[in-house]
């Protein structure tokens, strides 16, 4: 009768340090990655003024997104979050890479922006900015009128 009770006081035992262990375990952190940014060797291979949409979706794959107008650029999101026990999951990081194309279709700009504390940080930049890029030639020409001085003129 005593070793009866004794295995059921033993079996007791096990069941709540397992119960105690599983909740403990469930309280542990998970993440979960969603998303794909291209690796640093890989956006080395786009060279802005040289590539297309075409060669870009070729060597780093197909964007995660793209913008809503036709002439605009290819974006590559991947967020990390962390789930805690029975809280809601909350980003741990952000990353974005956009690939912008001009009217032509190649690549004008690749820009690499973080999630810092709720703030986009432009994380690298490469983007060839002319600045008679959307301008015509009587645009231009108008606005250099008032750059004229009379010191100018005079030599």
Known sequence: MFAMVNRLKLAARIVVLAGAGMALASCAAQYRNHGYVPSEEDLAEVVVGVD?????AESIGAPSSSGVLDESGYY???TRLRHYGPSQ???VS?????ISFDQSGVVSGVER???ENGNVIPLQR???SSGIQDKTFLRQLLGSLGNIGPGNVIQ
């Open 52 to 56: 297309t949409r075409d060669s870009v």
């Open 89 to 91: 999951p909350k980003p």
């Open 76 to 78: 590559y999101i991947a």
């Open 113 to 115: 922006f973080g999630l």
């Open 126 to 128: 490469r983007v060839t």
């Open 94 to 98: 952000r990353e974005l890479v956009a």
